[in-house]
């Protein structure tokens, strides 16, 4: 298996302007979450899904982040219009519901200048 | 909010020696914890969960339990310079919240 993977690995933008992140869960795996990362806060919840439908937001900053799963395979991260402060690495992680743990993606890292 | 607690370090420990990572947890009723590495750079790595009071021993990992004191451990025996990263502690209740991470440093 490929792991999750991730895309773009690296992404600099300018301050305003929409920045779409992408993620690919494992194959069989049903549930997914994305994650934000920086030194200040450290490894943060944003959002997960259950079986393509969003269960928690509560973690989603602001109304300029959205995230969307139409379907098993495939999730986005969208954040519009984005900002200096939304630099940090975003992680995408899915595991089988109830299992041992979750399985990582490698990491967007996301500059905005 | 469910908050998870760690030492954020540095822990610095000799070559060969006993590292030990500690984690506090807030909500008394979690029930799965687990223990993940990430190196500089990197994504977190799943490297060790407990679920039962305890120990669980895989290798030189040992995860440590006590849910009365709401306590986790992760001791690594025989510390090698490869072992120096991030240590997370992470409990699961329906999603997986993080602690902040110790930093640990292994000195040849």
């Known amino acids: 298996d490929a792991g999750v993977i991730q895309s773009p690995r690296h992404e600099v933008t300018e301050m305003g302007q929409e920045v779409t992140l992408r993620c690919k869960p494992i194959s069989g795996h049903n549930s997914l979450f994305w994650y934000r990362q920086t030194m200040m806060r450290g490894l943060e919840l944003l959002i997960y899904f259950n079986n393509n439908v969003p269960i928690d937001d509560s973690g989603m900053p602001e109304d300029r982040f959205s995230a969307k799963m139409p379907n098993a395979s495939f999730s986005t991260l969208k954040i519009q219009p984005s900002e200096p402060r939304d630099s940090a690495v975003y992680f995408c992680a899915s595991s089988v519901t109830g299992g041992d743990g979750y399985t990582f993606g490698s990491g967007t890292r996301l500059t905005v200048v | 909010q469910k908050e998870v607690e760690q030492n954020s370090g540095p822990l610095s420990v000799p070559e060969g020696a006993i590292a030990s990572l500690n984690c506090t947890y807030s909500?008394?009723?979690?029930?799965?914890f687990f223990w993940y590495r990430q190196y500089s750079g990197k994504s977190p790595e799943l490297i060790m969960f407990i679920y039962s009071n305890g120990d669980k021993e895989d290798g030189r990992f040992t995860a440590q339990l006590n849910k009365a004191s709401q306590y986790v451990s992760l001791l690594i025996r025989d510390s090698q310079p490869s072992d120096s990263a991030t240590y997370l502690c992470a409990v699961n209740d329906n999603d997986m919240r993080f602690g902040a991470g110790t930093r640990l440093t292994v000195k040849p």
């Open positions: 909500d008394r009723g979690s029930q799965s």
